[in-house]
């Protein structure tokens, strides 16, 4: 079955860009700074971002000192961005999917995802290549959207709220039954796939992968007060961090 290429998709695309154009968004105040605080050093090292995207986290890369830099998206228009904006001599962009990377030819020191293993539906075989592809000593780290959120099938309201439509709690339906999960997100039929926390850190563990760290990065009171918006990750963080080592 054809794998979904969602981002070439121009309306998706196009909404997706806004986003991430907006200064105050949960990349910026949550999946990036927990990202950073978790990277590994850097330096002379040779690193594989598997859902690369624009490029733009390929380029912090380099300036945190990686000799090399692979960057790996299904998506034509992120990647056609990506070489025009995000270019270096250090860095290769490569047009496949990540289920594909088997056919990578090198080591890497490390492998970095940020946001792209939920639209995999082989995480199994691609924890295998990244071990594989991984140098001893090396460090894979990935962000992905979190378990309870990934569970959510698009059926009914995703929040209790009360009358005047405060969020009190989240609604948490189907979290044992693992596999893809259509949802709605600029476009319908986004496809993505949940695994439990169990299954993640199993499927690590048992390719070999030794886990580090967990994060799942919530606000602090201060970003609270300033955004109150984002008082519903006290309920339900968005994002799940693993940091392993091979």
Request: charged fraction near 25%.
């Amino acid at each position: 079955m054809a794998k979904q290429n969602i981002y070439d998709n121009e309306a998706f695309f196009a909404e997706y860009m806004k986003l991430r154009e907006r200064e105050v968004n949960a990349n910026n105040l949550f999946e990036l700074p927990t990202l950073f605080s978790l990277l590994p050093d850097l330096e002379g090292k040779r690193i594989l971002d598997l859902g690369c995207g624009t490029g733009e986290r390929c380029i912090d890369y380099i300036k945190r000192g990686a000799s090399q830099v692979t960057g790996v998206d299904i998506s034509e228009k992120m990647l056609a961005v990506a070489r025009s904006e995000n270019s270096h001599p250090n860095i290769t962009y490569l047009e496949m999917p990540m289920e594909d990377i088997g056919a990578i030819d090198g080591e890497f020191d490390v492998v970095i995802s940020s946001l792209a293993f939920h639209y995999v539906e082989d995480f199994q075989g691609v924890v295998k290549n990244v071990y594989r592809l991984l140098c001893d000593g090396g460090v894979l780290l990935f962000s992905q959207e979190h378990p309870l959120t990934t569970c959510y099938s698009g059926a009914g309201d995703r929040w209790t709220r009360d009358e005047n439509g405060k969020k009190l709690h989240a609604n948490i339906a189907d979290y044992c039954i693992e596999g893809r999960k259509d949802s709605t997100w600029f476009v319908e039929g986004v496809q993505r796939y949940h695994r439990m926390f169990s299954t993640i850190v199993n499927t690590l563990a048992d390719t070999g992968l030794k886990i580090l760290k967990m994060e799942e990065p919530y606000p602090t009171v201060e970003l609270v007060q300033k955004y109150p918006e984002y008082y519903d990750l006290y309920h339900k963080p968005d994002f799940l961090f693993v940091k392993a080592l091979k």
